[in-house]
Each structure stands twice: as C-alpha cells, then as structure tokens.
C-alpha cells in the first residue's frame, strides 16, 4: 500500500471525517537536500472532523501526529495540516 493511501486509511477510520483530502506534494521537495526523493515524503492533509470540536489546534495536531506516528518515523518526512471541525471555515 502507498504511503498516501495508508495515511488516507488510518484517518479515515480513526476521525471518521466528512471531508478528507490528502495531498501528495513530494514533487515540489524534489532535489532539496532534506528530500529523501522517495515520491512519497511530503503531504498536505485537509480534514474535518467532529472529533475536533472543542480542541485547540495543537490538539487536533497532537491526535493526527499520534494516529501516523509510525509514518513520521519512517517515511514521512513533512506533513502540513489543516483541521477543522464541522462549521469551522475550510
């Protein structure tokens, strides 16, 4: 399984959302020093959740690292988050 659809599953059955994007943006770290040149290392997730509500955005952040820690650790090398809760501005 890629790592983008891996990161897609653990979200999706973890937060249940009603909006999941995950975007892979590996392609604009290409050639950097710090690009481990996998295709596969950099992310940009979107989600919203009511699993969010009433946290703070370093709690929603907490609970989606902890999720893909495993991710982190390996192959992951940047993910950029945004999360909301339903009603919140996307």
Same mark, same amino acid.
């Given at each position: /399984?890629?790592?983008?659809?891996?990161?897609?599953?653990?979200?999706?059955?973890?937060?249940?959302?009603?909006? !999941?994007?995950?975007?892979?943006?590996?392609?604009?770290?290409?050639?950097?020093?710090?690009?481990? =040149?996998? =295709?596969?290392?950099?992310?940009?997730?979107? /989600?919203?959740?009511? /699993?969010?509500? =009433?946290?703070?955005?370093?709690?929603?952040?907490?609970?989606?690292?902890?999720? !893909?820690?495993?991710?982190?650790?390996?192959?992951?090398?940047?993910?950029? !988050?945004? !999360?909301?809760?339903? =009603?919140?501005?996307?």
């Amino acid at each position: /399984m890629s790592v983008e659809a891996t990161i897609r599953e653990k979200l999706q059955r973890t937060f249940q959302p009603t909006r !999941l994007d995950v975007i892979n943006e590996s392609h604009l770290h290409a050639g950097h020093r710090t690009s481990p =040149g996998t =295709g596969e290392s950099h992310f940009r997730v979107s /989600m919203v959740s009511a /699993m969010f509500a =009433g946290k703070s955005r370093l709690q929603r952040h907490r609970l989606v690292n902890d999720t !893909l820690a495993a991710e982190l650790a390996g192959k992951v090398h940047a993910l950029a !988050l945004e !999360l909301n809760a339903p =009603g919140e501005k996307v």
